[in-house]
């Protein structure tokens, strides 16, 4: 090998070991908490049925619940929440939505998906902005039209327990 093959080999090596070492340094620190309140789905003038609204949210309850990224999850309301001094707060407000159609999803599997916008947002015990997203679920190919409120779900609380739980 010649010294300059080697040099060129010694500099690539360096440079990708100082880029890896920067995206280390700036990757974002892990929150920490030990209990989430979730707030009701606010729908904002999105025309949504009630049935969909209700499974959003009892969905992502127990999503939540599942993921183990907090000692405790307390729904809307629950006065118990008040007393937790790290408690953070989960916001969900719906961007869009679109109903489609399970019989034409099954017979053409290119249309009739049912699809959700909603941006989850969580909020410390100040209010302060800890983390937002927008996140979309969907339902595409075959199942009912109410399993777009499990993908959601699915989808917010990866996004949660990742904030809490980076690399797991």
């Known amino acids: 090998m010649t010294k300059r093959r080697a040099a060129i080999l010694l500099s690539s090596f360096l ?7 920067v995206a280390a340094q700036t990757s974002k620190p892990k929150l920490s908490a030990s209990a989430v309140q979730i707030a009701l789905l606010d729908v904002g003038d999105i025309q949504i049925p009630p049935e969909f609204r209700y ?3 009892e969905q992502i309850v127990e999503h ?5 990224a907090f000692q405790k999850v307390y729904r809307a309301g629950d006065h118990a929440a008040a007393g937790v001094p ?16 399970q019989t034409v999803r099954e017979v053409t599997t290119v ?4 699809t ?3 941006t989850a947002t969580l909020t410390a015990k100040d209010g302060k902005e800890l983390m937002s997203k927008k996140l979309t679920g969907r339902v595409r190919f075959f199942g009912e039209n109410l399993g777009v409120t499990n993908d959601i779900a699915k989808k917010i609380s990866k996004l949660v327990n990742d904030a809490y739980h980076p690399g797991v």
């Open 86 to 101: 790290d408690l953070v707060t989960l916001h969900t407000k719906m961007e869009g939505f679109k109903e489609g159609s």
């Open 64 to 68: 939540v619940k599942a993921s183990g």
């Open 55 to 57: 499974a959003i949210y």
């Open 15 to 21: 440079m990708l070991s100082a880029s890896a070492f």
């Open 111 to 114: 249309f009739g998906a049912t």
């Open 116 to 118: 959700v916008d909603i």
